[in-house]
């Protein structure tokens, strides 16, 4: 019995350190992964601030430790930032020799175009340079071949040393083909929206209700990058509950607001590149009102009441990303509406009345507090970058 003890001891044992083993070879494997997504994290953001010789021995560094096709991709780039044309199309040659997915291979094959083109502009007799890291290899004579020995008429000089390929380093292009920079709160242009509720009084008295609610599709342009000014369009949509009391206006209860409007606002930050910024807003819109009950002959809603109105907004935004292209916003402001200037007039068919009769002769002001999140694009509207990093 305690030699058949021993020896499920002895294999007991055995499978635990053969487990051991496999789980040190996994973590190992695992380390090596994660330190090659670091280098190439690393690369990208000094590609993002222009140095790109920098950025090389990241991408150099991610696929010595874990040669996937993505890694060769971002390597290609930064020798092709760097005009070293020969060894960027050694590492899109690489890309394409490690299983890489469909879009990888498209940047790729996009890449080498690229290559072939700027190459042939400036007369660079394009050669591939050492293996997929960029090395630029060494043009040796083929090993002697055991059947043949050396023809003794001709020795070899055993003084001569190898003859190492230098590839021709080319201009390199004038602008970062990513259109990527340093993150920072500088953008070309945004696409938002915001949510927000809050109160206030449109109107007569207690004609419409102090709750409303409200959303807001907005679009900025950076007109000062240096200075951070901008300008923004935007469409709001404002809706006040039922006022308390309408005994002399039967028709109407809740009223719905579509402004249509510009403004110009400031980012505040401190830092070079901050995450975080304040940013003050003014503008001016056009309001369409429509009391609830105001409809066509179809039945839909119809804004006939128009005014003008002015918006004053503070909000705090927290960007993030890897050039701070997601926003997060917490917004507070004020609409103030004047009295409705243009509206239906006591004979208009199907109407609910004037600006009198439906209490719209007034104006008023609505405050709000929300939630925005905004889109940040470094792109001329309409085009997008030549590649982007993976």
Known sequence: MSRFTSLASIVAMT?????????TGTAHAQSQAELAAQAN??????MYSNQYAAASKKFQE???RVPEAKYFVNLCFARLQEGKYGEALTACNA?????????????????IAKIKQTADEQHIDLKVAGGGGGDTGV???????????PDPAHPVDPTRQPVRYAPVTGRPPSQNLSLAVTPDNKYTWTLGVDLYAGGGEIGQPNVYGSASTGFRIKSDYLLDPVNR???QGYLQVNHLNKGNSQSNLS???????????VAAYKHLCLGRTPRLCITPLIGGQIALMSPANDTDGLGSQVFNYAA??????????????????HVLQLVGGVNVYSKVLSGPSDTTTGSLGTAMDVGLDKGGAVGYFGLGYTYRFNTPLGSSPFVTLE
């Open 229 to 231: 000014i901008g300008a």
């Open 15 to 23: 499978g635990i350190a053969l487990t051991g083993i496999a789980l």
């Open 139 to 149: 043009e040796n004579p083929p090993p002697a071949d055991p059947s043949h020995p």
């Open 41 to 46: 994290d690393e690369g990208k953001e000094l």
């Open 308 to 325: 003008v109105g002015a918006r004053g907004e503070l909000a705090a935004a927290y960007a993030f990303g890897y050039r701070y292209e």
């Open 62 to 64: 991610a696929v010595a």
């Open 95 to 111: 890309a394409n020799l490690n299983n890489p997915t469909e879009a990888v291979k498209s940047k790729a094959d996009k890449l």
């Open 251 to 261: 028709n109407v209860s809740s009223l719905d607001i579509v402004d249509v409007g």
